[in-house]
Structures are given as structure tokens and as C-alpha cells.
Nanobody, 123 residues
């Protein structure tokens, strides 16, 4: 069983930065960040595999960076140049399996989810 705990959310003005962290217990191979706003489907933001492959949603490419500290078993999401449309609940997800590029940002791929951390960007 894998447990995921997110932290680092908060409120910042547009143009600012935040770094989210997801502490994982148990074995994971692929991990990702998703986000969701009320009334909309949860969408994949960024994914990372142990072999180093990364994937990003077009909406965050060039602004967000996903990384992992294997020693701490912690996943990060560095978010720069934040926009009001980035406002959402952000979730960490994990699976013990290798994922193809088409699966990495699909939410039905992952077995384990964190409780979420709120990110609010004001204009």
C-alpha cells in the first residue's frame, strides 16, 4: 500500500511561484501531478517515471517542472509564472508500473492518490 501526502499549496499573485511536494511511502515507479476545479474533470499536469521520462500538459509546458528526490521518496512540482487559470486542487498520484507516454497523464492509470493541496492564483 502506498500513501501520498501533498504539501506546499497556497495563495499567490499571478506571475508568482509555488513548489508542491508529495511525500510517498511504499514503492512507486511512475508518479504525476493532477489538478481539478469544481465542476470539471481532473486533468493531468505533469508526470515522471523512474527512468527519467517526463510529460507535461500543454497548458503548463515551460512553466512547471516535475522532479523527484529518490532519497527522500518525494515528488515535487515547481510552478512558475502562475496564472489565475492554474487555480485548482492539486493531487499527487502514483503507480508501481511503467507507463507509456499516452498513459502518464490519464487519471484512470493511477492506483494511489493523495488528499490534495489547494493552489489559488489571484490576478
Amino acid at each position: 500500500q502506498v500513501q501520498l501526502v501533498e504539501s506546499g499549496g497556497g495563495s499567490v499573485q499571478a506571475g508568482g511561484s509555488l513548489r508542491l511536494a508529495c511525500s510517498a511511502s511504499g514503492y512507486t515507479y511512475s508518479m504525476a501531478w493532477f489538478r481539478q476545479v469544481p465542476g470539471k474533470e481532473r486533468e493531468g499536469v505533469a508526470g515522471l517515471s523512474k527512468d527519467g521520462r517526463t510529460s507535461y500538459a500543454d497548458s503548463v509546458q515551460g512553466r512547471f517542472t516535475i522532479s523527484q528526490d529518490n532519497a527522500k521518496n518525494t515528488l515535487y512540482l515547481q510552478m512558475n509564472s502562475l496564472k489565475p487559470e492554474d487555480t485548482a486542487m492539486y493531487y499527487c498520484a502514483a503507480t508501481p508500473y511503467w507507463l507509456g507516454s499516452r498513459q502518464v497523464l490519464k487519471n484512470d492509470t493511477y492506483q494511489y492518490w493523495g488528499q490534495g493541496t489547494q493552489v489559488t492564483i489571484s490576478s
